[in-house]
């Protein structure tokens, strides 16, 4: 990355004369004697069988405490900030396919990891998002049970499914889970950690007990805190004990990170002359991504670079999709022995970061780091958006080494940014919940790299204008995996926006009869009060804009190619 001279580097906080700066030590003290005090409180209120699990996770969460304390402002200095090379970001092609002999082999050594902590909240749903229907009336539980039943079946191997689970999921999924009794897959789960809410005033717990009836007092703490979770739960002692090498992590909710055998090759090739320890799946940006997480070189390492790490005067060069042109899809690949070292090591460290949203692959000082929009200086936001630099995003799929996880637990050397998430509850308390993001533990790895994966691994459902592409003629279902369309004369995805009277998955099957025909759509918004008739085609551009108080019902049969709708047009039963 060439130097600006106007890039100036920058620390955290004022400069402050020598009696400011004891008196904050005095207040910081005071403050972790504070939060000790409340959560000695916290532990003797709940079950007495439970006592030493809350204390390990209280002793973890007063780490994070005191780190943010102390870590006030953003950890990135932007001149030290370094695009990837070309040797810490592989592309796609170059990976070559297993020989059919070995396939069998390659996946008895692997685990695959699901994030499973997540509520359907935000569609309108109750219970853990993973449950949501999807297509053809199956979850993305069941979707994701029938890839690794494929996997079983077809090279008769054992490949292990883990779902990491939050309090919030945690009693739901068990009950689901024994539907699938009589799948060839073996099921695991275990917990993330329950962390206390703090208030912002007070910076004390906002809990009186451990009673879980308060849930509003809680959180889960982001999948960041997968690596000492799967360690404490004894799990990663176990699949290392059985021979498992890697885990592939990845959103519930991304039905395109699927097991990809050229990766999993590429890690177990023992041509390979190092294999890394991390893989991060990153993939190209486009401007529907500017916000997502990228990958930096910072320090000599490979770091996850989020918008919120971000400062104000550079978030337009984050967004920049020609500076920093990938993103983080959250698709992780990683060594269990690597794992195990750095939390046993306790070299697992994240900076402080607020509101993240995703981040690009660069290098900095000599390492691959994951750089996100909220770490760029203001001044170089507009150059982070770019596309034409910064040309790729996490997807948020990883293949990590299962030595490497264990080696990083155990050895205490996993670093990752602390996520700030300033929340208001329902009866008008503001307060601060400190997450961590499991993407941002890249640079606690050796040999970390990232992968610039085909977009098609980086299909998340958020939203249901996400639940209508997927569940339209634009994909196929294979065994549990989505396919795009071969009829479909482009590989790119639409994109679609539709507005609030959608916005829950009861209201927004509710609207559409039938699910149109999208094959040939390249734009789709919708506006207000609008519903579909059955057989609906939607082509090239369509914008449906229903004003308030007025209706839109599309007719069934209509075909809409590069059109807008404006108006109220209402069609009744006669």
């Known amino acids: 990355m060439t130097q600006d001279p106007k890039f100036s580097a920058f620390v955290r906080g004022h400069r402050r004369a020598g009696s400011d700066v004891q008196f904050i030590e ?6 972790q004697k ?4 409340e959560l000695q409180k916290l532990i003797q209120t709940g079950p007495p069988g439970l006592h030493e699990r809350i204390r390990a996770e209280f002793d973890e969460f007063e780490k994070l405490f005191g780190r943010y304390l102390q870590e006030s402002g953003h950890a990135i200095m932007w001149d030290k900030i370094r695009l990837v090379s070309d040797d810490l970001v592989k592309t796609y092609n170059e990976l070559k396919a297993p020989d059919n002999k070995s396939i069998k082999t390659l996946l008895n050594q692997l685990v695959v990891v699901k994030l499973n902590g997540g509520l359907g909240t935000s569609m309108g749903c109750k219970g853990p998002k993973s449950i949501i229907s999807v297509r053809n009336d199956l979850t993305f539980l069941d979707l994701t049970v029938q890839q690794i039943e494929h996997l079983n079946k077809t090279y008769g191997t054992d490949v292990p499914l883990v779902l990491m689970n939050s309090f919030n999921t945690d009693a739901d999924t068990e009950k689901i889970l024994q539907r699938y009794s009589q799948v060839k897959v073996k099921i695991f789960t275990f917990n993330q950690s329950r962390y206390p809410r703090i208030s912002r005033e007070s910076l004390l717990p ?3 007990s451990f009673n879980t009836e308060n849930i509003e007092s809680w959180y889960p703490p982001g ?3 997968v690596y000492q979770s799967i360690a404490n739960s004894k799990l990663l002692d176990q699949f290392i004990n059985d021979g498992k090498k890697y885990l592939f992590m990845s959103n519930i909710d991304n039905l395109g990170a699927t097991v990809d055998l050229n990766i ?3 890690l177990l090739d023992p041509n390979t002359k190092q294999a890394p320890e991390f893989v991060m799946e990153v993939t190209n940006k486009t401007r529907a991504d500017v916000k997502g997480g990228t990958l930096v070189e910072y320090d000599g390492k490979l770091r996850l670079l989020e918008i919120a790490q971000v400062p104000k005067d550079h978030v337009d060069e984050f967004k920049s999709v020609s500076k920093f042109k990938i993103f983080n899809t959250n698709n992780l690949w990683i060594s269990l022995d690597a794992i195990k070292r750095v939390v046993e090591d306790n070299t697992l460290h994240m900076e402080i970061i607020v509101n993240p949203k ?17 770490q760029v200086p203001k001044d170089h936001v507009d150059e982070f958006k770019s596309v034409s630099k910064f040309k790729i995003f ?3 799929n990883l293949w990590i080494s299962l030595d490497a996880i264990k080696r990083v637990v155990e050895d205490n050397t ?7 998430n300033p929340k208001t509850l329902d009866n008008g308390v503001n307060v601060v919940q400190l997450e961590t993001a499991v993407g941002a533990a890249i640079k606690s790895f050796e040999g970390a790299i990232g992968i610039n994966v085909p977009r098609r691994r980086f299909l998340p459902v958020k939203t249901t204008s996400d639940l209508l592409i997927v569940m339209s003629n634009l994909y196929s279902l294979k065994t549990g995996a989505l396919e795009m369309n071969p009829l479909r004369s482009f590989p790119s995805v639409p994109l679609v926006k539709l507005g609030s009277h959608f916005s829950k998955v009861k209201d927004y099957l509710h609207r559409f009869a039938s699910i149109p025909d999208m094959l040939e759509l390249d734009h789709l918004t919708v506006s207000g009060d609008v519903t579909f008739g059955r057989n609906v085609t939607l082509k090239g551009t369509v914008i449906i804009i229903a004003n308030h108080g007025d209706r839109i019902d599309i007719p069934s049969g209509a075909v809409l190619e590069n059109k807008i709708v404006s108006g109220n047009l209402r069609i009744l039963d006669h």
């Open 26 to 31: 005095r207040t910081r003290l005071d403050a």
């Open 34 to 37: 504070a939060m000790n005090k």
């Open 206 to 208: 906002i809990a009186t």
């Open 223 to 225: 999948h960041g805190d």
């Open 264 to 266: 999993l090759n590429f």
């Open 358 to 374: 995703g981040g690009t692959l660069v290098e900095y000082d000599g390492k691959l780091r994951l750089l996100e929009i909220a």
């Open 394 to 396: 996490n997807t948020n």
């Open 414 to 420: 996993l670093h990752m940014e602390i996520i700030v």
